[in-house]
C-alpha cells in the first residue's frame, strides 16, 4: 500500500478575504481533502468556509492538537494518511509547524515515511523580517518572551547585546494585552540607537511595518494597542 501524503495548509493571519493570500492551487487541494489534525476546530471551520462557502464540514473529520492534546493520540490522527489517504494541518500560527505543535505531526510522518508537502502561505515572522530592513542572512525568532518583567527585560538586552555584537536580528513577540509592555520595556531600557521594529495586523488592510530607533519611537507617539505583532531588533548597518 502507498503511503499517504499530509499537507501543511496555510491560513490567514486576520481579515475576511483570502484571494490575495492563499495561492489558488492550495486552495483547491485543500477544499478537496476531509481529514484535518487543527490547532482550533471553530477558527479552522471558518477558514474552510471562506476558501469554499459550500465546503462539507458536517463529511469531514477534524482532530485537534494544541498544548492539552494527548500526545499518545497522534499516531490515531494520521492513521488516514497511513492507510494512503490525505491530511491537512492547520494551525493559528498562519503556517503550521512554526512556533506551532503542528511540528510533532511532521516529526512523527516522517518516521512513517509519510509525504510531507508545506505550502507557500503568509508567515508573520517571514514578512516582519522581510519588512524590518534588518539582516535576513542571520536571524532568530525567539516566540514568545518571558511573562515576568525582569526576565523580559533581561531577554531584551540580551537580544541588544548580540545584535550589536553579531549585527543578527532578534523577532519575538507576545500575547495582545502585553504588547504594550513589551514596547515600554524596549524604551525604556535599550539604548536610545538601538534599532526596533514592530509589525502589526500584518497582511490586514491596516498593517503596519515600523523600523526606528529608540529615541524616534519615544519622540513618535504611537498607539499599538491589542493588535497582533511581531517585534524585531536588528541593525540597518
Known amino acids: 500500500m502507498s503511503k499517504g501524503t499530509i499537507y501543511m495548509i496555510p491560513t490567514t493571519l486576520g481579515g475576511e478575504s483570502t484571494l490575495d493570500i492563499v495561492p489558488e492551487e492550495v486552495r483547491q487541494i485543500t477544499i478537496g481533502l476531509r481529514t484535518f489534525i487543527v490547532e482550533d476546530i471553530k477558527s479552522a471551520r471558518r477558514f474552510l468556509r471562506k476558501l469554499d462557502r459550500a465546503f462539507p464540514i458536517d463529511e469531514s473529520t477534524f482532530h485537534v492538537l494544541n498544548k ?140 503596519s511595518i515600523r523600523t526606528m530607533s529608540v529615541k524616534d519611537w519615544r519622540d513618535n507617539t504611537y498607539d499599538i494597542g491589542k493588535r497582533p505583532t511581531m517585534f524585531a531588533i536588528g541593525t540597518n548597518q
Open 68 to 207: 492539552k492534546t494527548d500526545r499518545g493520540s497522534l499516531h490515531r490522527f494520521i492513521d488516514t494518511a497511513v492507510q494512503g489517504g490525505e491530511i491537512g494541518v492547520m494551525s493559528e500560527a498562519g503556517c503550521p509547524g512554526v512556533a506551532d505543535p503542528g511540528a510533532e505531526i511532521v516529526s512523527l510522518a516522517h518516521q512513517l515515511g509519510l509525504r510531507v508537502h508545506p505550502f507557500v502561505g503568509p508567515s508573520s515572522i517571514l514578512l516582519t523580517l522581510m519588512g524590518s530592513g534588518f539582516s535576513g542572512q542571520n536571524f532568530s525568532f525567539h516566540g514568545y518572551l518571558p511573562k515576568d518583567r525582569r526576565d523580559r527585560v533581561k531577554a531584551l538586552k540580551e537580544f541588544e547585546h548580540d545584535t550589536r555584537k553579531t549585527k543578527a536580528t532578534h523577532l519575538f513577540m507576545d500575547t495582545p494585552f502585553r504588547n504594550v509592555h513589551v514596547l515600554e520595556d524596549m524604551l525604556n531600557e535599550l539604548a536610545d540607537n538601538t534599532q526596533i521594529c514592530v509589525a502589526s495586523n500584518i497582511t490586514l488592510p491596516d498593517a
